[in-house]
């Protein structure tokens, strides 16, 4: 829990009570590797901060196969933002690629949070900001170039999740078969 508050307090102040009051609306889980945090069809009832762990966020295209969109480790937090703030179902999976330690939040608490701590909406706000900035930060190189510069990239901006996410997964991420990825791995050696 000490992860989330030492997360929180980069973007904003709370005192000691507003602290407390935080952990006490948070609880911790476990979400074992394979397992779903959100299922696309439902609605996105909890958001998490990670402790420990990484998820991807998938979808299925119309051939029926798994694409991952992105992947969230360690000190991010993770939710379907849409699906949870105006209660629709969600169009992706959180799908747990490691056993993962989860501070989560359902929405009620979330919002009794926001109601009750002045400065809330505005922490929340800035660390939407920086998630989003720092996604299109990574994304938008991606566009227009060839597979291993993808990789190498990916290397490079994620260095702890590459020995932690299945190579299937990674090459899904990447646009490429997993038969691809391979072969890239194996001429960068």
Known sequence: MEELI???LQFGHFNQKQIDLIKAKAEERLLPKGECFSEAGKIAKHLAFVQEGVLMICYYNNKGEEIVHHFVDENH???DLESFNHKISSMIYIR???DCKLVSFTFESFKELSEIIMD?????NKITIKTLLDKVNVEQPKLNTDAKTRYLDFL???PNLAN???L???ASYLGVTATSLSRIRKNIR
């Open 77 to 79: 937090f993770v939710v």
């Open 96 to 98: 747990a690629v490691t």
């Open 164 to 166: 932690r996410i299945p």
């Open 120 to 124: 809330w909406d505005k922490v929340v």
């Open 6 to 8: 030492s997360y929180l």
């Open 168 to 170: 299937v997964h990674i």
């Open 156 to 158: 490079k901006n994620f």
